[in-house]
């Protein structure tokens, strides 16, 4: 006789475990300690066999019925249920171990050794923040490029598009990493090449390697405000941005460690910034000192010395050099980091120098103010020395010099 769903409530334990049949095979089997499970005896290829459909009540009666009609569809077509239960359940684990997050993180574990303990980081966090929350739980080759395509739009609608750029690169590896492994076999994020959002750029004036002798000597010479000439040549020496030089102050310089530590509440990124400092920049520092080191700042205004040179001293002094449309105080950093790539210098320790730091990163990059420091030391006085040989000879041929020499 067919069961119903109050004798299925109902049915209590005993001593052994026992049967309550509902027909056809299925079965509820009552474990002493009052556990119900539902199963489905048939004969396959001559041997009797016994199914598991579930346990009650996640299982219903009506659901274990559901089931047993699927297994005897298999049957009538030849398949053994249990067989196609037991590779249903390996199919699903393959899914579960072959997540987008799973095989990333195999992906980082096997590239992690080849990067910077910084850069790794970087690359992680990245894929926490703006990649797993989205497509980490999904089987990856289940994965598709609009499925990418939309963790992407979701950066840029922060105006990211750096960021966008990058995690574009990264997911990429990622599916590469999978294909070579044997756990996919396409790679969604390759069918994306054109899809990002571009910035349109601004290019600030800058100083070309070629004016550069010309342009060193005409600063040397200017006969304006001396505080001016001083605040241009360490914005050359430096290359920070016009800002973090205006408002620097002396407590900011320590000259025996020849570091100038720029706190964060003035960084476009809000994170401390280190800046190497050359022979050359603590010469000029001393020079300076007699001139404002009994005030805060370094570069004092010549009508308030409680507040800095104003924006506009060091483009005015510019113009009046000459270089009105030829030259901005920011395109120092577009000439340094020019020369600077073109003489083989790392290009990480040229970014972190230049203070180029992802928006996403800012939380928890307490140590990157630091990352590269004694690649950006070497650097620092190679730009110094440099510098100086094109200020007293305008036919300097400068040595392919890189921080593996």
Partial sequence: ???????????????????????????????????????????????????????????????????????????????????????????????????????????????????????????????????????????????????????????????????????????????????????????????????????????????????????????????????TRHALKLLILTFVRPGELRFSKWSEFDLSAKLWRIPGERMKMGTEHLVPLSKQAIALLEELRPISGRYDFLFPGERSRAKPISENTMIYALYRMGYKSRATAHGFRTTASSILNEEGFNPDAIERQLSHLERNQVRGAYTQHAEYLKDRMKMMQWWADYLDQLETSSNVVPSRFGISN
């Avoid at 004798?7 to 300690?33: C, E, F, R, T």
């Avoid at 398949?79 to 699903?92: G, L, N, Y």
Wanted: hydrophobic share 35%; charged share 30%; net charge positive.
């Fill in 1 to 227: 006789m067919a069961l119903t769903n109050t004798a299925v409530k109902a049915a209590k334990p005993k001593d052994k475990q026992w049967k309550l049949s509902d027909g056809g095979g299925l079965y509820l089997l009552i474990h002493p300690n009052g556990s119900k499970y539902w199963r489905l005896k048939f004969r396959f290829a001559g041997k009797e066999k016994v199914l598991a459909l579930g346990v009650y009540p996640e299982v219903s009666l009506a659901e274990a019925r559901v089931l047993q009609g699927d297994a005897k569809i298999l049957l009538r077509n030849g398949a053994d249920p249990s067989q196609v239960k037991k590779q249903q359940k390996r199919t699903d684990r393959i899914k579960t171990e072959n997540t987008f997050e799973a095989i990333a993180q195999d992906w980082f574990e096997q590239q992690k050794g080849s990067w910077s303990v910084g850069h790794a980081d970087r690359v992680l966090k990245s894929l926490e923040q703006d990649v797993f929350p989205y497509i980490g739980h999904r089987p990856i080759a289940e994965l598709t490029p609009p499925d990418v395509l939309e963790v992407i739009r979701k950066i840029e609608s922060r105006d990211a598009l750096d960021v966008a750029g990058r995690i574009l690169q990264r997911c990429s590896s990622v599916f590469r990493f999978a294909a070579q492994t044997g756990r996919s076999q396409i790679n969604p994020a390759s069918e994306l090449r054109g899809v990002l959002k571009t910035r349109k750029v601004k290019h600030r004036t800058a100083i070309t390697r070629a004016e550069l002798p010309e342009f060193l000597k005409n600063v040397s010479d200017y006969n304006g405000y001396p505080v």
